[in-house]
């Protein structure tokens, strides 16, 4: 993408208006709410702004003074949702961290992340727009980045000796392994959801235990792994 592209691109997502009074923050929560649950209802595909409107009972033309369309609603949510990811994780952060097991450090980080998880709304075909709408690329570039990059700090807290681009590259498995499996966690029943749980927790132990002190992994060079 051009750099002339990226502020026309960006203002084409932005909101009409940043809300200010109470009721028009109001106004917009309901919007991203009511779009998270149309599109656990009938998809990314069949998502369209006269239907958001018709569900919030207000015109089109009233939907867009908050935003002037689809993509950009779907914007809006994502980074509802990474803020709350990024506040899951610093809160992970605060943790004693040198001092945890790592066993006990896995299940604090699933755990907190399910619960992001669970909380959004249309969050399967969410991610599915952030990975194949072009305008939503970045999101998903951003997502990626602000976990893995929590991970390989939380990594070296943890007392892993493995150099940066090994670090990296676990913080990329973990972030994989547990993305795919927690958006089958939050469509499972409990007892499911419980086993698939306890599956994932302890295929990243043995991935990370087994890598942790690993200080010349080979093939790998001086090159930081994508």
Not at 41 to 64: C, F, M, N, P
Not at 103 to 125: A, H, K, M, S
Not at 163 to 170: G, H, I, K, M, Q
Request: glycine share 6%.
């Amino acid at each position: 993408m051009s750099n002339t592209e990226q502020p026309k691109r960006k203002s084409q997502l932005s909101p009409r208006r940043e809300p200010i009074q109470a009721r028009a923050r109001a106004r917009s929560r309901q919007i991203l709410d009511v779009t998270g649950r149309l599109l656990e209802e009938v998809g990314l595909d069949d998502l369209t702004t006269i239907l958001i409107a018709r569900k919030l009972d207000i015109s089109v033309g009233s939907l867009y003074h908050y935003f002037p369309n689809k993509h950009a609603i779907l914007y809006a949510m994502g980074e509802q949702w990474l803020a709350s990811i990024s506040g899951a994780m610093a809160e992970l952060a605060e943790l004693d961290l040198e001092d945890m097991a790592l066993e006990n450090f896995i299940d604090e980080f699933i755990g907190r992340l399910l619960t992001v998880y669970r909380e959004q709304r249309g969050l399967l075909p969410l991610v599915q727009a952030m990975w194949g709408i072009p305008e939503l690329h970045e999101l998903d570039e951003s997502h990626d980045e602000l976990v893995i990059g929590h991970l390989v700090e939380m990594f070296r807290r943890l007392g892993f000796s493995c150099p940066p681009n090994e670090l990296n590259r676990l913080g990329r498995l973990t972030l994989e392994s547990c993305h795919a499996l927690l958006l089958v966690m939050v469509n499972q029943a409990e007892r499911r959801a419980q086993r698939t749980r306890e599956d994932l927790q302890q295929m990243l132990f043995t991935l990370l235990d087994g890598r942790r002190n690993d200080t010349s992994p080979e093939g790998l060079g001086d090159v930081e792994a994508p």
